[in-house]
């Protein structure tokens, strides 16, 4: 840490001084200048931002605490491809998406074109998709269209992010959550089970085997 000296505490009243305006959507970006000075300047946000919000609980600060998050996770390798292909296919560019049928914001993206761009089996693509739905990572805006929430990726200006924030809110997308690391492995858990009680339910239903009515012979014509 550097220590505020008087002459310090000058040169930082002076420096705010000339600091220019910064607007919504705007943002201060401090650079050196090669010769031992600094050029202060004022940039449109625009990338992946990350936001914090009131609305939602557990929510990513930044890129960094993200993959921290999914790193820290005791899931499939495969979860974490799946989710980042996800968060590149926000790139109108990226390769094997097809974004002319989908507003910007979204991915329209299907389970087949996920499976091509992972290299999965449908059942290594279905499962973390249904895990990322079930945490509030993303929603199915319609089929075929999905939603990554807002709050935690976003390829966009702030101002978009705001208005994707709100039609995520305006959707009832679900509430984000920043699991344990050994939350996957307990979801997957509670799935067998209620899969496992769903047969045993079906195994015990009783079956009434329906009486067969015999009709009465018909009589040849002579």
């Known amino acids: 840490m550097i220590p505020f000296g008087p002459r310090s505490m000058i040169f930082l009243e002076a420096l705010m001084e000339q600091l220019p305006v910064v607007r919504p959507g705007q943002r201060v970006v401090a650079r050196s200048d090669g010769k031992g000075g600094m050029v202060v300047s004022v940039e449109k946000i625009q990338g992946r931002e990350f936001a914090v919000s009131a609305e939602v609980k557990g929510y990513v600060l930044d ?30 560019a990226y390769h094997g998406v097809d974004r002319t049928k989908a507003p910007r914001g979204y991915v329209r993206i299907n389970q087949r074109d996920l499976q091509k761009l992972c290299s999965l089996s449908a059942a290594s693509v279905s499962e973390p998709a249904q895990f ?19 709050w935690l990726t976003v390829a966009g200006t702030s101002a978009e992010q705001e208005q994707w924030q709100k039609e995520w ?53 002579a």
Not at 81 to 90: E, I, N, R
Not at 174 to 198: F, G, L, N, S, T
Not at 202 to 219: F, G, H
């Open 63 to 92: 890129a960094r605490l993200l993959m921290d998050v999914l790193g820290s996770l005791k899931m499939p390798g495969s979860w974490f491809q799946v989710w980042c292909k996800l968060v590149a296919a926000q790139d109108p």
């Open 169 to 221: 809110n305006a959707a009832e997308g679900p509430a984000c959550i920043i699991p344990a690391p050994d939350y996957p492995a307990e979801w997957r858990a509670e799935r067998a089970k209620a899969k496992k009680a769903a047969e045993a339910a079906r195994r015990s239903e009783k079956v009434v085997t329906l009486s067969r009515r015999r009709l009465p012979a018909r009589k040849a014509s």
């Open 132 to 150: 990322f739905h079930h945490i509030g990572w993303m929603r199915t805006a319609k089929p075929g269209v999905l939603q990554l929430n807002p």
